[in-house]
T-cell receptor, first 114, second 112 residues
């Protein structure tokens, strides 16, 4: 099983450039999430989605946008890249919302803004 | 969500049991305790979760105290590949999974 797949694995951007981080899952999960992880820190939630067409902000949404046109895909877009967005980005999914469902994570996208 | 407190790092000898503690003294009745681990900057990996009973799966055991204010993750026979950062998290019915809060975790070093 592929699980949660993120692309690209690595990327270097210049300040002011834009890009889209791709995330797809093949587990038919309703819920999907984007996190960022700065060095030595835990994960912080950027955006989440409870189903196709529905998204909402997490803890640190500024500078990012998301869309959810299908159950499988949940892309994260950076419109004007800033050095503060240098981080590792993780996408996750879960079958349903609620405390009795674990999240499944991708292997991350390592993004550097120079 | 209740906050959790974990030691920043621990050592364990290969082949021995690794016991990772977590304090969650403000946990409420509908909050589950989850454990994830992150190996060398890979995506976090789900290990185990529980509400109030002890739980065991192929990876680990979870021991939750009777008052639910603390728990211990037990890796029964640690291997070098278990070296990772281990996160203890509580998740509640009200806030749901999308407000899962990851702290700094415990960095476990398994030594030969």
């Amino acid at each position: 099983n592929a699980g949660v797949t993120q692309t690209p694995k690595f990327r270097i951007l210049k300040i002011g450039q834009s890009m889209t981080l791709q995330c797809t899952q093949d587990m038919n999960h309703n819920y999907m999430y984007w996190y960022r992880q700065d060095p030595g820190m835990g994960l912080k939630l950027i955006y989440y989605s409870v189903g196709a067409g529905i998204t909402d902000k997490g803890e640190v949404p500024n500078g990012y946008n998301v869309s959810r046109s299908t159950t499988e895909d949940f892309p994260l877009r950076l419109e004007l890249a800033a050095p503060s967005q240098t981080s590792v980005y993780f996408c996750a999914s879960s079958y349903v919302q609620g405390p009795n469902q674990p999240q499944h994570f991708g292997d991350g996208t390592r993004l550097s803004i120079l | 969500d209740a906050k959790t407190t974990q030691p920043p790092s621990m050592d364990c000898a290969e082949g021995r049991a690794a016991n990772l503690p977590c304090n969650h003294s403000t946990i409420s009745g509908n909050e589950y305790v989850y454990w994830y681990r992150q190996i060398h900057s890979q995506g976090p990996q789900y290990i185990i979760h529980g509400l109030k009973n002890n739980e065991t799966n192929e990876m680990a055991s979870l021991i939750i105290t009777e008052d639910r204010k603390s728990s211990t993750l037990i890796l029964p026979h640690a291997t070098l590949r278990d070296t990772a950062v281990y996160y203890c998290i509580v998740k509640s019915l009200l806030s749901g999974g999308f407000k899962t809060i990851f702290g700094a975790g415990t960095r476990l070093f398994v030594k030969a």
